[in-house]
């Protein structure tokens, strides 16, 4: 095992600096002497000249050229004496100080200072042999600290060999720049290198980069999104890789390494490396290539038997020579045959699929992480935009194949067609759950799919083609054009559903909301304009929900949670989304944290919503509103609009009461029960996004069951929603 030297410990070279260094401090003592000493020569040289110029000797002042002479020579003396009995052994002092500072003393005693030749600043030197030997004892207990440190690293440093040196699998540690920071004698057995992999060199220098890239970013997304706290494999995810020369095929399984931090609220932690545990598949592989090959030639070889069995059967019916006996034996033995050898092949192909599947590596994916890294992948190449619509959903495959998969068929669509935008979106049907390809124009032509089946995919793994991913699927593809979308068609690809999809919550969510009428806001006055008669197919819409503290806004409750979707031509734009906690500035009781899930720590540091207001206002900007049990949700905005400076005036649609308007007022009106009347898989429930994605998928189907009642415009909608509103308004009053 080899470690490695922490780049953070490396000589750097300083950059040269343009400040100049701070200029030593002025010797005060020597300045003052020199002054006085001055100051008298200049004193005593004046009163001379005055003695001599006067014309009768003064005897004062001859005295005082006298003493101020003397006492020149006095501050001359007095400073020869301080010169050299202070101001020079204080300096020699400094200096010897100096040394004991910089000596290596490793015993109790440090470094000594002669207390003789100071005599008057014995005491200074004595300070200073004092704090040579605590110096002296300071530096032995670091040398001991360090020396018990460094054996015990040491002694971890060979278990941790040790421990690698004996694992099956090649390890490898990186950065998130992909540099080597550790590794195992069995990695390099792995990828059959001689020589180290180079602390400090890229991993991708070895091993193909993309299905490393492409782990890490799918790790990057889980975390940044929190969802490695409760996902079944929490921070690791496996890959299929290979060395860079195509040589070996390697099943990798990357772990992220989270960096260590105290509090830090609700922000995600940061991913700062991860461990990667490598093995050889390629004989493992190789092998099921062989088993695959002979297996399709099994069952490929099938094929021209049993069609010259029915075109034999088919002859003996044409043939009238033969007699009845003869021809009813001839026909009971064929049609035997054929059964029988029919009833293998299907035998053999179930067993090849699931042979095929169960080889590969998968694992449980949501469609939207899917669709995301498709869009990633696809992003760099401006001709082609796609758009991630529709409900998320779950499905059970190998990530990285799919998205090499799909960016291979967006690119040959764009090639064949010219289409520049796609949709990409999951569908739940009862065994499968279809990933759909939508485009406006021509479909593709069966024989023209046919043979991109044999097409290399470009980063596939082992030259994999379009074919093998989907035989590891199990799966197929085909296109078709959409129903009730006239000129859109979409290319189909089924998957398997997850095999344990994780819930968004495991919370207590209530069957519903109690319905909540106020009637002077679900009373709604007609759009009376080009709005009003625009079909509501054609309409855009924003669905939102909320989610509060409590039911009852007028005694202070408030929103804690805001979310919403776009739907644009009949499309839920799941990319176009906005979804905020919000700081209610009071306590989240302890009774509601089971429904919504949100506590007082996820809020503590979120805008209030005079601050939230204004952004999601803008988020609605014209568009039509759709909310379930709307007048709920716009009683918490109504009252906040003054304290945000906006005004929610715009026209509003109720699932609730559309589904009175459809269905009569008796069943079940509660999001659940409609959607589960209507068939419509719910998936990240329980949260104000899950909601309002779940309410939008209702509300368009809501949308096609209102055509067929005449509704087919927003003020046909508005005039029987506030019919409802008055018969609800007439029979409370009764």
């Known amino acids: ?154 002694e971890q440093k060979t278990r941790l060999a040790a421990v690698l040196r004996d694992l099956h699998e090649g390890v490898i540690v990186c950065n998130t720049k992909h540099q080597i920071l550790l590794y195992n004698q069995t990695a390099l057995d792995i990828l059959h290198l001689t020589g180290d992999l180079g602390l400090g060199r890229s991993l991708l220098h070895f091993v193909v980069a993309e299905p490393v890239t492409h782990t890490l970013e799918r790790l990057t997304l889980r975390v940044r999104e929190g969802r490695h706290v409760d996902h079944e494999h929490g921070t690791t995810a496996q890959f299929i890789g290979s060395t860079t020369d195509g040589r070996i095929l390697l099943e990798g399984r990357m772990s992220a390494v989270l960096q260590e931090t105290e509090d830090t609220g609700d922000e995600p932690p940061t991913i700062t490396g991860y461990v990667v545990t ?44 033969l007699g009845p006996g003869d021809r009813a034996a001839f026909e009971s033995a064929m049609m035997e045959s054929t059964g029988a050898l029919s ?68 690119g040959s669509v764009h090639a064949l067609t010219g289409v520049t935008a796609f949709d990409l979106a999951a569908d739940a049907g009862d065994r499968w759950v279809y990933l759909d390809l939508v485009w406006r124009g021509a479909t593709v032509p069966s024989a ?27 799966s197929t593809v085909w296109c078709e054009p959409v129903p009730e979308r006239e000129g859109f068609v979409r290319l189909r690809m089924p998957l398997p559903p997850a095999l344990s999809p994780p819930s968004a919550h495991t919370l207590i969510k209530p069957s519903a909301r109690p319905e909540f009428f106020d009637f002077g806001l679900l009373h709604q006055p007609l759009a009376t304009s080009e709005l009003g008669r625009t079909p509501l197919d054609r309409l855009h819409y924003v669905v939102f929900d909320t989610e509060t503290t409590g039911l009852s806004p007028s005694t202070g409750d408030e929103i804690i949670q805001i979310a919403a979707v776009r739907v644009v031509g009949g499309r839920i734009l799941t990319g176009e989304t906005f979804n905020t906690l919000v700081n209610p500035k009071r306590s989240i009781p302890a009774e509601s944290i089971p429904f919504h899930g949100v506590t007082d720590s996820m809020v503590a540091d979120k805008p209030t919503v005079d601050k939230v207001l204004p952004q999601f206002r803008s988020f609605v900007s ?113």
Request: charged share 20%; net charge negative; proline share 4%.
């Open 1 to 154: 095992m080899t470690l490695p030297a922490s780049s953070a410990d490396a000589p750097t070279q300083a950059a040269p600096s343009a400040v100049r260094p701070p200029p030593a401090p002025r010797r005060m003592v020597p300045l003052i002497f020199r002054a006085v000493g001055v100051g008298l020569v200049v004193l005593s040289v004046g009163l001379a000249v005055a003695v001599r110029d006067s014309a009768a000797a003064d005897p004062l002042l001859t005295y005082a050229v006298v003493m101020t002479g003397a006492l020149a020579a006095g501050v001359w003396g007095l400073w020869l004496a301080v010169d050299r009995f202070l101001l020079r052994a204080a300096e020699t002092l400094s200096r010897e100080a100096g040394l004991i500072a910089h000596g290596n003393a490793e015993g109790a005693v440090g470094g000594r200072v002669p207390l003789a030749r100071y005599g008057d600043l014995a005491p200074i030197a004595r300070a200073v042999n004092d704090l040579s030997d605590k110096l002296a004892l300071v530096r032995r207990d670091i040398a001991r600290t360090v020396a018990e440190s460094t054996a015990k690293a040491e």
């Open 278 to 321: 490598l093995s050889d598949a390629t004989r493992e592989l190789a092998a099921l290539g062989q088993r695959d090959a002979l297996l399709r030639e099994a069952t490929e070889g099938f094929r021209a038997p049993i069609a010259n069995l029915r075109a034999a059967v088919e002859t003996l019916y044409d043939n009238p020579d």
């Open 343 to 410: 009833q293998r092949l299907e035998r053999v192909t179930t067993a090849y699929r699931d042979v095929v599947t169960g080889s590969w590596p998968m694992s449980d994916i949501h469609s939207n992480n899917l669709i995301n890294l498709v869009r990633h992948r696809v992003g760099g190449e401006a001709a082609t935009v796609v758009t991630l619509t529709g409900l998320p959903q779950w499905v059970h495959g190998d990530s990285y194949t799919l998205v090499v998969l799909f960016g291979h068929l967006i």
């Open 448 to 474: 023209t799919l046919d043979g991109w089946l044999d097409q290399p995919l470009p980063g596939g793994l082992g030259g994999l083609t379009v074919g093998d991913v989907m035989q590891h699927h199990r």
């Open 622 to 734: 014209g568009a039509v509103m759709v909310a379930h049990n709307a007048a709920f949700d716009l009683k918490f905005l109504k009252m906040k609009e003054r304290a945000s400076g906006v005004v929610f005036d715009g026209p509003v649609l109720d699932t609730m009461l559309l589904s009175r308007m459809l269905l009569g007022n008796d069943g079940d009106h509660t999001l659940d029960g409609i959607a589960e009347r209507l068939g419509i898989a719910v998936v990240d429930r329980h949260t104000a996004l899950g909601d309002s994605l779940v309410t939008a998928a209702v509300f368009l189907r809501m949308v096609e069951m209102l055509r067929e009642q005449g509704v087919t415009t927003l003020d046909d909608a508005i005039r029987g929603a506030n019919i409802l509103v008055e018969l609800a308004a007439r029979e409370r009053a009764f």
